[in-house]
């Protein structure tokens, strides 16, 4: 049976296209990209700018993995971007902090270049639930304030948070407007249908078995094979190729989403009254925000081993009411989650295998500004243009040489020590 969307408040929310056609035969273009998520889209759409015939081959739907059924939260730079700013030290320092926005201002333009409507709302709150999480919070302010001045920063008291988020649950938060939220499934076919107008060729429901490398590169489906003279990897938590190379870099970790009914808009006044993306500060966070259509979406872990639990609403619901204690009774429609890469050092992951198969991949929740970005990092390296992609491909990588079983069991005890961590 072919892969549809997995049910989701988003994949509910997109009218139905027609599937694109699985490959068949032979296709030949200059770029392959394996993966029509966030990363692959931006690189072919990079490319396609770029006058280069590309050909996306993608295992379910355009969309269907972590891009399309995320938190939706647009959070500036990357988990680990001090430690690459420290790797590079004061000679890239400039470089490492452009960085920062970098995939915003990527999706902002696409978005108006292509018309592209994904409810983009401004405003995003990290919130914090312990006295030392808020001292970080302000180091975090000064140092924002002090290099982006104009990003429209503004650090919240308690009580003050109390009146903006309608609830007493956290010491203090920092307000950006320059970050916000948006739906992560019409970005993603906001994103195809660019493509589409430049030409870019799709086939759906066409999983990859195998690659061979070369000059002119060949990429295997069952039925079909693409002969390329770049292949892009851009599959995250999904891939499942060189594992040999790739193998023990990243590994798949869950994150997961409940979504209640439409709510009453005293109601929504009342707990969010400007629809801020708010996130806690911790390591193992929740994520919660207002969608277009005036329902609560609220995410976050449900469990240490990252597997699906029997109630997603179960899980969740609880720790949305110790937040919002008005929402008891709230009818949850829609449960779903899925699988984020997380990177064993933190930075996002990008190289090659040869000269010729690029990759990139292990965004560690901040997919929707990475995976857009690396996307188009990767198509300017593709295109000569190195400067940005060496400086995340010539950073040591750590890798754990075990399976992908026993790294499940590593993100696992890595999760439980950052939450008794949060708990300080």
Same mark, same amino acid.
């Given at each position: 049976?072919?892969?549809?969307?997995?049910?989701?408040?988003?994949?509910?929310?997109?009218?139905?296209?027609?599937?694109?056609?699985?490959?068949?035969?032979?296709?030949?273009?200059?770029?392959?990209?394996?993966?029509?998520?966030?990363?692959?889209?931006?690189?072919?759409?990079?490319?396609?700018?770029?006058?280069?015939? @590309?050909?996306?081959?993608?295992?379910?739907?355009?969309?269907?993995?972590?891009?399309?059924?995320?938190?939706?939260?647009?959070?500036?730079?990357?988990?680990?971007?001090?430690?690459?700013?420290?790797?590079?030290?004061?000679?890239?320092?400039?470089?490492?902090?452009?960085?920062?926005?970098?995939?915003?201002?990527?999706?902002?333009?696409?978005?108006?270049?292509?018309?592209?409507?994904?409810?983009?709302?401004?405003?995003?709150?990290?919130?914090?639930?312990?006295?030392? %999480?808020?001292?970080?919070?302000?180091?975090?302010?000064?140092?924002?304030?002090?290099?982006?001045?104009?990003?429209?920063?503004?650090?919240?008291?308690?009580?003050?948070?109390?009146?903006?988020?309608?609830?007493?649950?956290?010491?203090?938060?920092?307000?950006?407007?320059?970050?916000?939220?948006?739906?992560?499934?019409?970005?993603?076919?906001?994103?195809?249908?660019?493509?589409?107008?430049?030409?870019?060729?799709?086939?759906?429901?066409?999983? @990859?078995?195998?690659?061979?490398?070369?000059?002119?590169?060949?990429? +295997?489906?069952?039925?079909? %094979?693409?002969?390329?003279?770049?292949?892009?990897?851009?599959?995250?938590?999904?891939?499942?190729?060189?594992?040999?190379?790739?193998?023990?870099?990243? +590994?798949?970790?869950?994150?997961?989403?409940?979504?209640?009914?439409?709510?009453?808009?005293?109601?929504?006044?009342?707990?969010?009254?400007?629809?801020?993306?708010?996130?806690?500060?911790?390591?193992?966070?929740?994520?919660? &925000?207002?969608?277009?259509?005036?329902?609560?979406?609220?995410?976050?872990? @449900?469990?240490?081993?990252?597997?699906?639990?029997?109630?997603?609403?179960?899980?969740?619901?609880?720790?949305?009411?110790?937040?919002?204690?008005?929402?008891?009774?709230?009818?949850?429609?829609?449960?779903?989650?899925?699988?984020?890469?997380?990177?064993?050092?933190?930075?996002?992951?990008?190289?090659?295998?040869?000269?010729?198969?690029?990759?990139?991949?292990?965004?560690?929740?901040?997919?929707?500004?990475?995976?857009?970005?690396?996307?188009?990092?990767?198509?300017?390296?593709?295109?000569?243009?190195?400067?940005?992609?060496?400086?995340?491909?010539?950073?040591?990588? &750590?890798?754990?040489?075990?399976?992908?079983?026993?790294?499940?069991?590593?993100?696992?005890?890595?999760?439980?020590?950052?939450?008794?961590?949060?708990?300080?």
């Amino acid at each position: 049976m072919r892969k549809q969307y997995p049910d989701s408040w988003y994949a509910a929310t997109v009218p139905l296209r027609e599937a694109e056609l699985s490959l068949e035969g032979q296709a030949d273009s200059d770029v392959c990209v394996i993966g029509a998520g966030f990363t692959g889209l931006s690189a072919a759409l990079k490319l396609a700018e770029a006058g280069r015939t @590309v050909t996306v081959l993608e295992a379910a739907r355009v969309g269907w993995g972590a891009s399309g059924r995320n938190g939706g939260q647009l959070i500036r730079g990357f988990v680990g971007q001090e430690r690459l700013a420290k790797h590079w030290g004061a000679s890239r320092a400039k470089d490492v902090q452009a960085l920062t926005w970098a995939g915003h201002d990527l999706i902002r333009r696409r978005l108006d270049d292509y018309c592209i409507d994904c409810e983009l709302t401004p405003g995003w709150l990290e919130v914090a639930p312990t006295p030392r %999480q808020l001292a970080a919070l302000y180091h975090e302010y000064n140092e924002m304030e002090t290099s982006f001045p104009d990003r429209g920063w503004h650090m919240v008291g308690g009580r003050e948070l109390a009146d903006m988020i309608g609830s007493d649950a956290y010491q203090g938060g920092l307000l950006s407007m320059s970050d916000g939220h948006l739906h992560p499934l019409k970005l993603c076919l906001g994103l195809y249908k660019a493509c589409k107008g430049l030409g870019v060729q799709f086939y759906e429901h066409s999983p @990859v078995t195998r690659l061979e490398e070369g000059d002119t590169a060949r990429v +295997f489906t069952d039925k079909g %094979q693409v002969s390329a003279k770049h292949v892009v990897l851009a599959a995250n938590a999904h891939h499942n190729l060189y594992p040999w190379r790739l193998g023990g870099l990243a +590994f798949p970790a869950g994150s997961f989403l409940i979504a209640s009914e439409p709510l009453e808009e005293e109601l929504l006044n009342r707990l969010n009254p400007h629809r801020y993306a708010i996130c806690d500060t911790k390591k193992v966070c929740d994520y919660f &925000r207002m969608s277009a259509d005036g329902r609560v979406l609220f995410g976050g872990r @449900v469990n240490y081993s990252g597997g699906r639990p029997k109630s997603i609403k179960d899980k969740l619901l609880p720790r949305l009411l110790r937040i919002w204690p008005e929402l008891e009774g709230v009818k949850i429609t829609h449960e779903w989650g899925g699988k984020l890469g997380v990177s064993l050092g933190e930075v996002p992951l990008a190289g090659r295998v040869g000269e010729n198969i690029w990759y990139g991949f292990g965004y560690t929740g901040h997919g929707v500004n990475m995976g857009n970005l690396m996307g188009e990092i990767l198509g300017e390296a593709i295109s000569g243009h190195m400067g940005r992609f060496e400086l995340f491909a010539g950073m040591p990588k &750590r890798r754990l040489p075990i399976g992908r079983c026993l790294g499940r069991q590593a993100v696992s005890s890595a999760i439980v020590y950052y939450w008794l961590k949060d708990r300080l």
